[in-house]
């Protein structure tokens, strides 16, 4: 049976979660809720996306719903989640992407709305943290999960292969990320971070990220042993991981590419792809996977010293993972 899903937060993941949905027909989103969006602006912002293209189905508002490629999908504006009614739709699995409410008591404020289970679209100080490919096998029933964040379903597969291929001592990643909404088009406040709120698309911006340590939780053996930060650049979108990583074990650069084709063929394909193309980011945009591995933009300096580079759309391919995720989350509650 297809999950039926609800999506609280129709910004940029929310759309980009149902444009993945409905791409593939592994969930049946069911109903929306976002209190700053009325259904005729939400219409309007799915079927035109500057990043995405034009959405090729058929949307349309019917009341207060909307009707995508013919199917109903409620609309509600509730800005407490606790009053969204999920079970007026069926919807059982919700995609909280508002990026407010990440923690297991914020999240779990949907189940009184009927509310089967919750997937953050975002890091979580406390709910687990799963990414596809690495570690979902350890799922053990958790209502309220979090899917990570974006580089770190990028990062974790390859450092996953590293690890278990030639053990890594430790780890410094770079995030050469796009801007993002929360960014500045021009120079305003930003009293927590006064890099963050200089003009996004004239600027390098430093940034702090908790993605590269984030991958010690989805990845014990790797905890403490790796760190990171990110560079905003003036990119709508598509992000580059740029991985430094020394090892335990003497390595070539062509086994390193050996060991990523070989997983990118195998247990990680669909998650993890493998280019030798000399590929920019917009040749990335909405692609699926987490991370492409781009075999030529890497360089080792020793036999223990490497530095691997990884594409992923920080939207669309993130966005496959949370229906990923849902669908393998259902089954094993399904007993499946």
């Given amino acids: 049976m297809v999950p039926k899903v609800g999506i609280n937060g129709f910004g940029r993941i929310g759309r980009v979660v149902l444009r993945n949905a409905l791409e593939t027909g592994d969930v049946e989103v069911v109903a929306l809720n976002d209190p700053f969006i009325e259904p005729h602006y939400a219409e309007y912002m799915f079927k035109y996306d500057s990043t995405h293209g034009r959405f090729k189905g058929d949307i349309k508002v019917d009341g207060k719903d909307l009707v995508i490629d013919g199917k109903r999908i409620k609309y509600y504006q509730e800005k407490d989640p606790a009053n969204i009614p999920w079970k007026d739709s069926g919807a059982e699995y919700i995609v909280e992407s508002t990026g407010v409410f990440t923690t297991i008591e914020k999240a779990s404020a949907h189940f009184k709305g009927g ?20 570690n979902e096998d350890t799922y053990a029933g958790a209502n309220v999960i979090s899917n990570a964040s974006c580089t770190t379903n990028c990062l974790a597969p390859l450092a996953k292969i590293l690890n278990d291929k030639f053990t890594i001592v430790e780890g410094l990643m770079t995030a050469i990320h796009a801007y ?11 009293s927590k971070d006064w890099r963050g709120g200089r003009a ?3 600027n390098l911006i430093p940034s702090s990220t908790g993605a590269a340590k984030a991958v010690g939780k989805v990845i014990p053996e790797l905890a403490g042993k790796v760190t990171g930060m990110s560079v905003r650049v003036p990119t709508v979108n598509v992000s580059l991981v740029d991985f430094t990583v020394r090892f335990a074990k003497d390595v070539t650069y062509d086994e390193v590419k050996a060991a990523i084709k070989e997983a990118s063929e195998g247990p990680l394909k669909g998650i993890l792809g493998y280019t030798e193309d000399d590929i920019v980011s917009t040749d990335m945009l909405t692609d699926p996977h987490s991370s492409t591995f781009d075999a030529k933009a890497g360089i080792a300096l020793n036999k223990n010293f490497v530095k691997v580079m990884s594409w992923y759309d920080n939207e669309y391919g993130y966005s496959r993972r949370v229906v990923d995720l849902i669908v393998f989350v259902s089954k094993k509650d399904a007993g499946q």
Wanted: glycine share 6%.
């Fill in 180 to 190: 993002t909404a929360s960014q500045k088009t021009v120079d305003g406040p930003s």
């Fill in 115 to 134: 509310a089967k289970k919750v997937i953050i679209s975002a890091p979580s100080a406390d709910a687990p943290m799963y990414v596809m490919g690495v």
């Fill in 200 to 202: 996004a698309a004239q």
